[in-house]
């Protein structure tokens, strides 16, 4: 059974940084796409970054230009990188990684999430 384990979150001062991890254990056919979602109290959660297996990012525009995703395929492992970090960006980091089998059919995975607090 595949599961998803994300690391490095935790409290960070405004305008300071962090680096989210997502490892994978498990036997994982192919990986088609990686994205991280958070989810703030009271709110939906919502895509903050995600990247496809040709290396495609896209962001929510309220993290362009200050967080950055990349993936280690050889290790099957998502990064998201959040620089000059607001208070809004509080939330629940969850990875997610979107699969195929070696039945192609697709199955998606869901990490537990790391808390990532903003504050002085």
């Known amino acids: 059974q595949v599961q998803l384990v994300e690391s490095g979150g935790g409290l960070v001062q405004p305008g300071g940084s962090l680096r989210l991890s997502c490892a994978a254990s498990?036997?994982?056919?192919?990986?088609?796409?990686m994205a991280w979602y958070r989810q703030a109290p009271g709110k939906e959660r919502e895509l903050v970054a995600s990247i496809t297996s040709g290396g495609t990012k896209k962001y929510a525009d309220s993290v362009k230009g200050r967080f950055a995703i990349s993936r280690d395929n050889a290790k099957n492992t998502v990064y998201l990188r959040m620089s000059s970090m607001k208070p809004e960006d509080t939330a629940v980091y969850y990875c997610?990684?979107?699969?195929?089998?070696?039945?192609?059919?697709?199955?998606?995975?869901w990490g537990k999430g790391t808390l990532v607090t903003v504050s002085s």
């Open positions: 997610t990684y979107e699969t195929t089998n070696n039945w192609y059919e697709r199955r998606d995975y």
């Open positions: 498990g036997s994982i056919f192919r990986i088609n796409l």
